[in-house]
Antibody, heavy 119, light 107 residues
Framework: QITLKESGPTLVKPTQTLTLTCTFS??????????VVWIRQPPGKALEWLAL???????RYSPSLKSRLTITKDTSKNQVVLTMTNMDPVDTATYYC???????????WGQGTLVTVSS | DIQMTQSPSTLSASVGDRVTITCRAS??????LAWYQQKLGKAPKFLIYDASSLESGVSSRFSGSGSGTEFTLTISSLQPDDFATYYCQQYNSYPRTFGQGTKVEIK
């Protein structure tokens, strides 16, 4: 049974760096073909893909946010970490991590964590 | 980036209705398309992959079709549990992109 859960601060100030952790079970990020993605959703708006990390440590980023994002994995802890620098109120959103088989679609999702950016 | 455009943005329908949602890609994505259902306050649920393959455990009321740039999601007989927002997503290239969503409301 695959499960994922996001954790991190619920409130960050503008210009601060956000660090989110996705802790998962039921699969290994050392298995060929497996990926984990981060996706966000501002209140009342559509889903936005942010970043992906593969089992082989290959990484992909949204071009519009690439300069601000870093995705890493800790295979031994079954965790994927996303950092986003220089946070702005427009980054207020629910942030989801998801399992991505063959880095295509997203078949298992975490519950999401709402991050508010405000001074 | 490949732009995904869904229509309509909102759809009002009754229980038992046949419902069709359209998703158009700004360039050909072959059949590299997925559909998700999202209820208010919940994470999206994966429904369909490769444009027309039903994910295990998903009701057969749902079906997908299309290739290239035009795709459809059909709900054959709308049930109360189906009132939600639906998103398409392409995985032909990076960055992965989603449509803006179609909200299915009770008529």
């Amino acid at each position: 049974q695959i499960t994922l859960k996001e954790s991190g601060p619920t409130l960050v100030k503008p210009t601060q760096t956000l660090t989110l952790t996705c802790t998962f079970s039921g699969f290994s990020l050392s298995t060929s073909g497996v990926g984990v993605v981060w996706i966000r959703q501002p209140p009342g708006k559509a889903l936005e893909w942010l970043a992906l990390i593969y089992w082989n440590d290959d990484k992909r980023y949204s071009p519009s946010l690439k300069s601000r994002l870093t995705i890493t994995k800790d295979t031994s802890k079954n965790q994927v970490v996303l950092t986003m620098t220089n946070m702005d109120p427009v980054d207020t959103a629910t942030y989801y991590c998801a399992h991505s088989p063959l880095a295509r679609n997203f078949d298992y999702w975490g519950q999401g964590t709402l991050v508010t950016v405000s001074s | 980036d490949i732009q995904m455009t869904q229509s309509p943005s909102t759809l009002s329908a009754s229980v038992g209705d046949r419902v069709t949602i359209t998703c158009r890609a700004s360039q050909s994505i072959s059949n590299w398309l997925a559909w998700y259902q999202q209820k208010l306050g919940k994470a999206p649920k994966f429904l369909i992959y490769d444009a027309s393959s039903l994910e295990s455990g998903v009701s057969s009321r749902f079906s997908g079709s299309g290739s290239g740039t035009e795709f459809t999601l059909t709900i054959s007989s709308l049930q109360p549990d189906d009132f939600a927002t639906y998103y398409c997503q392409q995985y032909n290239s990076y960055p992965r992109t989603f449509g803006q969503g179609t909200k299915v409301e009770i008529k």
